[in-house]
């Protein structure tokens, strides 16, 4: 259930930081409106839609324990 916690959050995440940023990509790329809101619907979507099955998958196969170490020591590897 953290574990899906942790997916929904990052979801939000990935959906608050690129709203400050949207009106400066629309002008540097000299997107229209709607260029911009699909760009902004795939890139949430896609990530979200590749990852659902497997982190479902691996929630039922493994250890929930293991997992939630492994996630929550992930920052550190992506950092060094």
Wanted: glycine share 4%.
């Amino acid at each position: 259930m953290l574990l899906l916690t942790i997916a929904a959050m990052a979801g939000s995440y990935a959906r608050v930081t690129f709203g400050p940023l949207q009106e400066a990509i629309r002008t540097t790329l000299q997107l229209t409106d709607n260029q911009i809101a699909v760009l902004q619907g795939l890139a949430l979507a896609v990530p979200l839609m590749v990852l659902t099955i497997p982190l479902g998958l691996a929630i039922d196969r493994y250890s929930r324990i293991r997992l939630i170490l492994a996630f929550r020591s992930w920052p550190c590897w992506a950092m060094c």
